[in-house]
């Protein structure tokens, strides 16, 4: 493995430090900025909530086994693991791009937690003056953090980590307010995110990489094609993992936020048995489409996953068994044959440069997954759902909507978001093309060295003189 | 690690693409048929439990704490996190079969789970014509998967994905059968599986993979050795990650089914110590008998694993802290040993190609753990368990049943697992031997592109002829 | 990967098995040993406590909510993934020590399990001629393992296993001790353990590692600089993974003994956003150090976490959420820096060769840790507690102490901590010096192959002489 890599490693940075300084200054500023100004916010504004301060918990008369902490924690944990485990390695398949794929969802998140802490708490927990902070509010963060890192997926490889940040900065922004308008102002449902995480995330990345769109990157796609095609490693060794972390905990994803008993418990039941399903239609339509019928493990590694994003609306509904199983095979259909047959005309046609496949993974899906919830919405009865209705569709139970009228608002919701995640893609585009950002130039996309201090680089410099083509772009 | 696999990675479909093309249709086939019997059988009988569905739980009057999702959740988590990662990586040791290891598992469970979920609910929950599904059904749903996976290892390599679909089709069946014989009708005790699981898995894979014995498979035998042999990172990188995913989360596995308080606590707190013990003696014997003294990584993979087996059936009782840790020694050390001496012979003599050593991790500790168990029960007294021998021994405390009759009936339940699994297992290898279901010839056992696109193979294909070794068995 | 290994595997048994056997008899004499003596003392003295014993638990009359199994669990589960999954993989960066990383890991953390159960047993639950284990014992017991990983980074690759057990064995006894001053008898707070885990384990492991100073080391200081240097897949692939897990399960970590209620929930909180800071300020702080402006991935994978570390002893407490990211930012960057300036300081100057940085990982930010708990202390109001106060400072509230004076117990605290660990590791050293122990000889640091069977071994033996400069030490 460090074969390839030690012949393609010589930088160009024994000849032009001064300049390669330069270009490495926004990303500490940046970094120092942002985390500088979410701490003064902190100061001000977060505080604990009843939950979690020492005299307002005490000052209750509370069971310890009260505190929603317990009700919460664990399926916290599990959507922290997707989220850092999950999504980082399914994006570490690129085999001279594995330092960044995993250090940068790992910056990306980490900001998006502070700062999304802060929007999501100002625009729903904010009174008294304070954000009220608690279990809810990291598992609301660890949500923006994952649509985040879905719109990485989208532009892989060709932006630097201070674009990244700026990238952040505005997502995260736009990720609560399109909540808020959902959640709050139009009182749709959309516990597990097939709009407001996957259909948001996808969209707004796909739109930032066609607004970033590099004509010339077609000339190194054979490069990001070679090096996708080249190694065992990185695909079976990280991203399979990445795969099987997502497939297992997606179950305490979409139920994290739902309402406790019934609820968490049927939404983590529907999204168990929908991704079996997208797993069994993904190895039978990957086999079908495939060269001499054989299987394409990126078909598996993210088609499988297709049945997590599609009960994302619908999982905490009255779904039925049978109804989780045919969304999830649907899902997975619908995601292996994108793959397949829209992704190169997605670049060919549209001039969008889905890196990581997101708009199979995370935008068609997630657009599925919001029609489903329309569906089995619009079939909402007070039949099926008993008392239960109250929370699952209070604005039923209390009569002030029919179930048709809610499914409207419904598919109304998905309207807001791909318009507020187009729009926004379209300006964080225009942004991230701002200079001092310094994007990479074309010939060090897919490239770990240009960011990170690689193995292997010092014996190469020695070794021999730099490369012609390295350099063209640096000078 | 591209080297090896780019020199072998030409193949035939250059030439003879339709009968390629024709031997990859039972895949898609079978799945697309089994997925749409599953889902009909689902819309017909599998419904919400009382727990799950909407109208039933908030008809009653129940306190969010009391849904047993939240005592059963965390720990079904971690049963799900083993079978997936667990098993799947703990495969994944063959330098040539990584893709088809890690995605058949995955393949395997996810149909698995569907259709445990139809025959365990028929036997155990089926009332009022209608399968009642929760969180229960999913831990089963796994452990009938760990079975399944259980009996892959002893195959894997040597079977198609549809031969295995199909294995897992018959076995799952017999999985519920053999449970339900000894859990409901000879009311033997089996939390953890030890017979039920490992047992059962382990003995229906040998004798199937007796029954497709390859006696032309010792001529390749050094490849597989060779292969075994010659790949750091598939050993540490996913097998060592396999198996401390397993050692970590086993307390759960075994607790996972036990009555709630008590039961669990003692469970995990058994497992715990068990494992240790396995750990150390494992470390104390394959240093004993290494060459040099020195340790084989196999061993440690797998025997160190041997002490959450063994206790699988007694770590609900009151085995005692000594008793585990005297448990898990004996385990480590009868693993290990396996390892050295018996696989050899199981090959040589019994002409069972056991490639993932699945005797010495689940046959001989599985036994030992039902004979553990047969101990325990008999030395069962109502002094010992006080008002909680109703939970652990209901039948003893409602003196149905002496503690002797109760050890006698779990030493038979011992034998009806192992008879159910070699009969299953004989029943299905002559099954797997149809011909439509495309087993693949010798030479090309232990190969992932047989079965998937796999990297580098495209350059192979300009860069050289076919090696004439591997077309003749194509022909 | 295969290639440098092969080419370096030959070893010397051909020629002289009689003293490599001999050589290696030590490991499964003290690993049976240690294990025999540990089984004895179990089954004289260890028992269910009154939530594990069947009788106990049912004697009472509780709820099987009740039990703390079911509070404490999923945070316990985390904590096992992390002393097992993160510190065994963050160790596993050095390309041909790899089995030995994971493999030593593994027996270190099995055998300090018992032992400490034992060891913290006598100090902390030992009434009625008994220790009663549960939950709370597996926490603790953990915890211990941890700090014994924390010491085994220091001297990684010097050490044989042999020494390392004999470690445990000194440092496990040293702990409790060590715990019990603080914990009981000074009435210090410490539950994520900055003092009592991070700081006692580091200095131990690094007067250990001044001790056995090894001046000739220097020499092959370029292999191990080397194999650092050489390898993508290690550290990304397995180095990066312990980080992450770390990463995600460390909020659990100072939360698992913590009081149930606001106190599990606040100090979950606090620890979050702590490594947030400690992330952003490492790629901030590695950047702005790093060659051309360029991110070290060492970096990365260690000083992230210095925010897990820093808030150990302060996160239960009312740190507010903007003290926790402050005290998060400041452990990144302390700990970055001194991965440039200081480790490099540390061999050259004082003669301590730190394998893998557990000073700037765990040493630094766990004095850094004491001293935000002294600040924190000292600044505790009966206001800021309410009726809380009781739970974090009993002696405060109960006017026992001051604020002002628990501070100077807390300080009091941390010098004990340094000056147990020093002592302890002074002697520690003195132990491993003892010949029977076998220490491996300067040549093979830093090797798997002189104490595990290796793949590619065997062909190497066949293909060509054995290496004089790997023979000379072995004379």
Same mark, same amino acid.
């Given at each position: 493995?460090?074969?390839p890599r030690?012949?393609?490693g010589?930088?160009?940075?024994?000849?032009n430090?001064?300049?390669?300084?330069?270009?490495r200054?926004?990303?500490?500023?940046?970094?120092?900025?942002?985390?500088?100004?979410?701490a003064?916010?902190?100061a001000?504004?977060v505080r604990?909530?009843?939950?979690t301060?020492?005299?307002?918990?005490h &000052? @209750?008369?509370?069971s310890?086994?009260?505190?929603?902490?317990?009700?919460?924690y664990?399926s916290?944990?599990?959507?922290?693991?997707?989220?850092f485990?999950?999504f980082g390695?399914?994006?570490a398949f690129?085999?001279r791009?594995?330092?960044?794929s995993?250090g940068?969802?790992?910056?990306?998140?980490a900001?998006?937690?502070?700062?999304?802490t802060l929007?999501?708490?100002?625009?729903?927990s904010?009174? @008294?003056?304070h954000?009220h902070?608690?279990?809810?509010?990291m598992?609301?963060?660890?949500f923006?953090?994952g649509? +985040?890192?879905?719109s990485?997926?989208?532009?892989l490889? !060709?932006?630097?980590?201070?674009?990244?940040?700026?990238?952040a900065l505005?997502? #995260?922004?736009?990720f609560?307010i399109?909540?808020?308008?959902l959640? /709050?102002?139009l $009182?749709? =449902?959309?516990a &597990?995110?097939?709009?407001?995480?996957?259909?948001?995330?996808?969209y707004?990345?796909l739109?930032l990489s066609?607004?970033?769109y590099?004509?010339?990157?077609? =000339?190194? !796609?054979?490069?990001?094609?070679?090096?996708y095609?080249?190694?065992?490693?990185a695909?079976i060794?990280?991203?399979?993992?990445g795969t099987i972390?997502?497939w297992?905990f997606?179950?305490s994803?979409?139920?994290a936020?739902t309402?406790?008993?019934?609820?968490q418990?049927?939404?983590?039941?529907?999204?168990y048995?929908s991704?079996?399903?997208?797993?069994?239609s993904?190895?039978?339509?990957s086999? %079908?489409?495939?060269?001499d019928?054989?299987?394409?493990?990126?078909?598996?590694?993210?088609?499988?996953l297709?049945?997590g994003?599609?009960?994302g609306?619908? /999982?905490e509904m009255?779904?039925?068994?049978? $109804?989780?199983?045919?969304? &999830?095979?649907?899902a997975?259909t619908?995601s292996?044959?994108?793959y =397949?047959?829209?992704?190169?005309i997605?670049?060919?046609?549209f !001039?969008v440069q889905?890196?990581?496949?997101?708009?199979?993974?995370h935008?068609?899906? @997630?657009? %599925?997954g919001?029609?489903?919830g #329309?569906? *089995?919405t &619009?079939?909402?009865?007070?039949?099926?759902y008993g008392?239960g209705?109250q929370?699952v569709?209070?604005?039923?139970?209390?009569?002030q909507r029919?179930a048709?009228s809610?499914?409207m608002?419904?598919?109304?919701? %998905?309207f807001?978001?791909?318009?507020?995640?187009? +729009?926004?893609?379209g *300006?964080?585009g225009?942004?991230? !093309?701002l200079?001092?950002?310094?994007?990479?130039?074309?010939?060090?996309?897919?490239?770990?060295?240009v960011?990170?201090?690689v193995p292997g680089e010092h014996?190469?410099e020695?070794?021999?003189?730099? =490369?012609?083509e390295e350099?063209?772009?640096q000078?």
């Amino acid at each position: 493995m460090s074969a390839p890599r030690a012949g393609a490693g010589a930088s160009a940075h024994g000849r032009n430090p001064p300049p390669a300084a330069r270009r490495r200054l926004p990303l500490p500023l940046l970094c120092l900025l942002l985390q500088g100004a979410t701490a003064i916010l902190f100061a001000v504004f977060v505080r604990y909530n009843h939950e979690t301060d020492a005299a307002l918990w005490h &000052g @209750g008369n509370h069971s310890n086994a009260d505190n929603e902490f317990y009700f919460r924690y664990p399926s916290f944990q599990d959507v922290h693991t997707m989220v850092f485990v999950g999504f980082g390695f399914l994006m570490a398949f690129l085999q001279r791009y594995g330092f960044s794929s995993v250090g940068f969802t790992f910056l990306l998140a980490a900001f998006a937690l502070q700062w999304s802490t802060l929007t999501q708490g100002f625009l729903h927990s904010f009174h @008294g003056g304070h954000i009220h902070v608690g279990v809810e509010s990291m598992i609301n963060a660890d949500f923006c953090a994952g649509a +985040v890192l879905i719109s990485f997926g989208a532009v892989l490889g !060709k932006t630097g980590p201070a674009q990244l940040l700026l990238m952040a900065l505005l997502e #995260v922004a736009l990720f609560g307010i399109n909540e808020f308008v959902l959640l /709050s102002l139009l $009182g749709v =449902k959309d516990a &597990g995110g097939s709009m407001t995480i996957h259909t948001f995330g996808a969209y707004f990345g796909l739109v930032l990489s066609r607004v970033l769109y590099r004509p010339q990157l077609e =000339k190194s !796609k054979h490069r990001q094609g070679s090096i996708y095609h080249s190694d065992l490693f990185a695909m079976i060794g990280e991203a399979c993992q990445g795969t099987i972390f997502l497939w297992i905990f997606w179950p305490s994803f979409n139920s994290a936020p739902t309402s406790l008993g019934d609820g968490q418990h049927r939404t983590v039941l529907n999204t168990y048995y929908s991704l079996t399903a997208s797993t069994l239609s993904t190895f039978a339509l990957s086999a %079908l489409v495939g060269r001499d019928g054989r299987l394409d493990m990126v078909h598996i590694q993210n088609a499988a996953l297709a049945g997590g994003v599609v009960v994302g609306t619908a /999982s905490e509904m009255m779904l039925t068994p049978f $109804g989780a199983l045919a969304a &999830g095979f649907l899902a997975g259909t619908v995601s292996t044959l994108g793959y =397949k047959f829209f992704t190169p005309i997605l670049e060919s046609k549209f !001039k969008v440069q889905d890196t990581c496949g997101v708009h199979n993974l995370h935008g068609m899906p @997630g657009v %599925l997954g919001a029609l489903v919830g #329309v569906l *089995v919405t &619009g079939l909402a009865t007070h039949e099926a759902y008993g008392d239960g209705l109250q929370s699952v569709f209070p604005l039923i139970a209390e009569s002030q909507r029919t179930a048709t009228s809610q499914a409207m608002f419904q598919l109304f919701g %998905l309207f807001v978001t791909l318009t507020l995640a187009s +729009v926004g893609g379209g *300006v964080g585009g225009c942004l991230l !093309k701002l200079p001092f950002l310094d994007a990479p130039p074309d010939s060090q996309c897919y490239e770990d060295r240009v960011y990170w201090e690689v193995p292997g680089e010092h014996e190469d410099e020695a070794q021999g003189p730099l =490369k012609e083509e390295e350099l063209d772009t640096q000078a």
